[in-house]
């Protein structure tokens, strides 16, 4: 390990070793979303610089666990490192040379997001755990009547569009929903379907109910992506599932699956007691709530992440950067957070537990509001920032003295920017500023709120620059007063397909970031490779198991 500065190198050997010996650490790509999607460091984590300050402290609360930045090549790295250091982080290091030189030295970047979990969703389809139909099947199936078919993804998704006669149930309530419904687990006349968008939550909501006992249940290949590509269409309207709440039999059948489901799995059970604490010395361990979101909001255990047991293979690993550390699911009682601890350790996971009593057995505070509730607590304001308002913002724009940097991530500015923005990512400021400003240029700088840019606006002051403004109240109270904004990439310099794939899972996208039917072959072809890897891998004398290098 070199050191330039106050920065120090690793390379990439010493990684390799850390995973071997399940040390814990964060391996974090400190480029965009997008940039990292299209190729990354397997095992490794997106957070992008310009979000640093506000979501690390999050994702990674103990200060001395070791953080490794990485980005192309050194540049943003390095500055990501220094805010690290800014933060408290006491073993902080950059990778040398980026993915850039990873990739020289002749490795293979991964594509896409989510790819531990996405991988065990193949795992499941490649060793025949788990039946997969098509929509021309599907369709046929219900034509033919007496067919529940069961939407698994989150109610936004589900308001966008599904499968017509879909019923909403989130994956992680589908053992207890059936159960529920006293559906007899040996019936071949009632075909259980279950969808997402794609495969992998569809795949592992009919696993469950396939190790639940109902051997008639199969996933929608390919999701709705498939059933549009079929030339059918989406239905809109809300389907919430209006059948018999689980009774005290279906309750117990529920409990006794979980009890089941965890038996065989290196989980187990952990006292609150036990809980470790950030500060407190002992090991890394995030508290997962894999309850609702309604739930979490409504009460939970500070500090505690929100990720419904349904959604853990499909989000999870941007939520987790230190991946050997303990994870400890919690739910009301311990039927869901056993099932979460149980596919969590098959995922591959090395260190997973459930809280032993469920919620009831904590006594500590609770705290209520839903997952982003900390935004509202933080603030990066200072006497050396100024602010303008939207009146002086439009009069600036219509004379034309003066520049607007949105500093958000391509699709937010995607989706909704002012008129005559200049889109530079916050956590690249410091490389493209140049190709629009002088010091002396005029800067307004607008984020969603004034979050990143406060921020942005401090980094541009540290440049040089004389004339710097943050927009006061953001491009969340400039739409709200009514004022005009535009759809679309103009002043933007990313590609469409870096834009694309910034966009988040649940997010709402503008028409131009919308999937078309090339890139849902790509996104479907890719996770299928996923599980063709696996076989490959199988075949050649590795393992089949996926997760096991998750680093």
């Known amino acids: 390990m070199t050191a330039v500065d106050d920065v120090a190198f690793v390379d990439f050997d010493e990684i390799e070793r850390w995973r071997a010996e399940g040390k814990a650490h964060a391996l974090l790509d400190v480029r965009e979303r997008g940039e990292y999607a299209l190729g990354q460091i397997p095992g490794s984590c997106p957070l992008p610089r310009g979000l640093i300050e506000i979501c690390l402290e999050r994702l990674v609360p103990w200060k001395d ?37 990873w990739a020289a030295d002749g490795r293979s970047p991964a594509y896409g997001v989510n790819v531990i979990g996405k991988t065990f969703g193949e795992k499941l389809s490649v060793t025949d755990q788990v039946q997969q139909l098509t929509p021309d099947e599907v369709a046929a199936l219900t034509e033919a009547g007496g067919t529940l078919i069961f939407d698994a993804r989150t109610s936004r998704e589900h308001a966008k569009g599904h499968i017509p006669g879909a019923y909403h ?24 379907i279950v969808h997402c968008a794609g495969r992998t939550r569809s795949i592992v909501g009919a696993y469950l109910l396939r190790q639940a006992g109902f051997d008639n249940v199969f996933a929608l290949r390919n999701g709705t992506m498939a059933w549009v590509m079929s030339g059918r269409e ?34 187990f059970p952990l006292a609150a007691s036990e809980l470790p604490a950030p500060g407190d010395g002992r090991e890394p361990c995030y508290i997962i709530d894999v309850r609702l979101v309604e739930e979490f909001t409504a009460g939970h255990i500070p500090g505690a992440i929100s990720c419904p047991a349904g959604q853990l293979a499909n989000a999870v690993d941007e939520q987790i950067a230190v991946r050997d550390a303990l994870l400890v699911c919690y739910s009301g009682t311990e039927t869901r957070a056993r099932i979460g601890a149980g596919l969590l350790a098959r995922i591959g996971y090395r260190r997973v537990a459930w809280l032993a009593g469920g919620l009831a057995e904590w006594s500590g505070p609770v705290d209520a509001g839903d997952p982003n509730a900390y935004l509202d607590d933080l603030a990066f304001s200072g006497p050396d920032v100024q602010t303008i308002d939207g009146d002086g913002l439009s009069e600036l724009l219509r004379d034309g003295t003066g520049m607007l940097i949105d500093v958000r991530r391509s699709s937010e500015y995607a989706l909704s920017h002012i008129p005559r923005s200049v889109w530079i990512p916050r956590g690249d400021l410091e490389r493209r500023i140049g190709a629009h400003a002088t010091a002396d240029t005029r800067l307004v700088v607008a984020s969603d709120r004034e979050l990143r840019s406060t921020l942005a606006a401090k980094t541009l002051l ?21 004022r005009a904004v535009e759809e679309g990439l103009d002043g933007a310099d990313v590609s ?27 996104y479907l072809d890719w996770e299928e490779r996923l599980g063709e890897e696996l076989l490959a891998n199988a075949k050649a004398g590795g393992s089949a198991e996926p997760g096991e290098d998750h680093g």
């Open 65 to 101: 666990v070791p953080l490794v930045l990485y980005s192309n090549g050194n540049l943003r790295s390095v500055l990501a490192a220094r805010t690290c250091l800014r933060l408290g982080y006491r073993d902080v290091r950059v990778l040398a040379g980026g993915i850039q030189q």
């Open 169 to 192: 149930v989130p994956g992680g309530e589908l053992v207890s929903t059936v159960f529920g419904a006293g559906i007899d687990r040996t019936d071949r006349t009632a075909p259980i």
């Open 234 to 267: 989406l239905e809109t309207e809300h389907r919430p599932w209006t059948g018999s709440e689980p009774g005290s039999e279906g309750t117990a059948r529920s409990a006794g699956f979980a009890r089941d489901f965890v038996t065989g799995t290196h989980a």
């Open 462 to 482: 540290e440049l040089g620059h004389r004339n710097v403004s943050v927009l006061a109240g953001g491009v969340n109270e400039w739409i709200s007063s009514g």
């Open 496 to 522: 469409l397909a870096e834009a694309k794939e910034d966009a988040e899972l649940v997010a709402r996208r503008p028409r131009l970031l919308e999937r078309n039917r090339d890139d849902m072959v790509r």
